[in-house]
């Protein structure tokens, strides 16, 4: 295990050094990135997004068809084989995550999938999962990890799942502020509300977690959102945590799933290069500025405004609720599935490209997994930066 100037993580039995790498799709944290992760301690994270587009020979079978079942039967295939690709590069060393949407159509079945495929964590947000205890009372040793934004929905979860005899191995706490993809607030001007900053979140969960007779380590607060640097982790340690969980910056580094194209747009987008905007799912989201983005921005209120029920243009029900698809005008009005697909692949002019809002650690370098995780732990550069 790499040297770390911070407390050792516990969760579910294992002692992990306190980064998360976090779950990006379409494919943008698969096996290699997660697994790389885990190999050195970490918790690797894989998000369960459309996997198949890493998999040729399932894409041959999907690429071209609109049968629903089908291409949810070979993204579960992509899934079991993402999984155990990851747990033979991560040796059994550290811990390996599953990232699944509340809001995609095969929630359920994804979970149960990444449960028998031998995940060791499951990792939920864009929604609350009042019933993931129920789904996975088959896999008791496989950690429960919802991703909040505020001490109301870290309550409304732990309320709902004490009644169960469950409680989360741990929480993601994520700022909208910062973070990149989905974000968890009701519209784009909400995101910056202060009541979602870390200080006021972590105190008041801990006040919660009192309140309800839960002893405070019992359950480890991982913060989400715009973390750069070694001095932030060190804050934020300080108030609470006992871990950070990254997105961006580990997208860009040499082992991360995505074509060399997608890493360079994130490394050298500046701040007036972001966008925040509301998703099809429903939520704001954050992504770079690409031509595709731009205009679709300039014509986003013409589309909202003419919004109907569309037939799904990829074949699949990606999303439970879809803006396009089931005409909800106050949400995106484009395909989501296929643009993220675009940017998997370094199609700068098509892509969708979720990123964070802030700089990276080693500016617009591509760098390896183990230089960003000792980095963070330790505050040591790589000498060639």
């Known amino acids: 295990m790499l040297k770390t100037?911070?407390?050792?993580?516990?969760?579910?039995?294992k002692s992990l050094l306190p980064i998360v790498q976090g779950g990006m799709g379409v494919g943008i944290s698969a096996?290699?990135?997660?697994?790389?992760?885990?190999k050195l301690g970490a918790v690797g994270t894989i998000s369960s997004v459309d996997l198949r587009r890493h998999h040729t020979d399932l894409m041959a079978q999907t690429e071209r068809s609109r049968d629903k079942e089908l291409i949810n039967a070979v993204n579960l295939i992509a899934l079991d084989r993402e999984i155990r690709a990851a747990k033979e590069l991560s040796g059994g060393r550290g811990m390996l995550a599953v990232n699944i949407m509340r809001a995609v159509a095969e929630y359920a079945a994804s979970i149960r999938q990444a449960c028998e495929s031998g995940i060791d964590a499951v990792v939920v947000g864009a929604g609350l999962p009042l019933d993931l205890p129920e789904l996975t009372v088959d896999h008791p040793r496989v950690a429960l990890i919802?991703?909040?934004?505020?001490?109301?929905?870290?309550?409304v979860i732990l309320k709902k799942w004490m009644r169960k005899n469950r409680l989360p191995d741990a929480i993601v706490i994520e700022n909208p502020r910062y973070a990149a993809g989905h974000l968890g607030a009701a519209r784009p001007d909400d995101v910056n509300d202060p009541h979602y900053a870390f200080p006021v979140v972590l105190e008041e969960c801990f006040e919660l977690f009192k309140k309800l007779g839960i002893e405070r380590e019992r359950i480890p607060l991982i913060v989400a959102g715009g973390i750069h640097s070694h001095e932030q982790m060190r804050e934020l340690v300080a108030l609470g945590a006992s871990a950070v969980q990254v997105g961006t910056a580990f997208a860009v580094t040499q082992e991360g799933d995505a074509h060399p194209n997608f890493k360079k747009v994130l490394a050298d987008a500046g701040p007036e290069d972001i966008a925040t905007f509301m998703s099809v799912a429903g939520l704001p989201a954050r992504a770079v500025r690409t031509p595709w983005l731009v205009r679709y921005l300039e014509k986003e209120t013409k589309l909202q405004k003419k919004a109907k029920p569309n037939a799904c243009t990829v074949g699949f029900d990606c999303l439970q609720q879809c803006g396009l698809r089931d005409g909800i005008s106050k949400a995106g009005q484009f395909c989501i599935d296929t643009q993220l697909a675009f940017a998997l692949n370094g199609d700068i002019k098509r892509g969708l490209f979720f990123r964070g809002s802030e700089r990276l650690p080693f500016g617009n370098a591509i760098r390896p997994v183990r230089e960003l995780i000792e980095y963070f732990l330790t505050g040591l550069r790589p000498v060639a930066l």
Do not use: E, M, N, Y
């Open 5 to 13: 100037v911070f407390p050792i993580l516990q969760l579910k039995g």
């Open 146 to 155: 919802p991703i909040l934004s505020d001490a109301r929905g870290v309550a």
């Open 31 to 38: 096996h290699r990135l997660a697994g790389s992760v885990a």
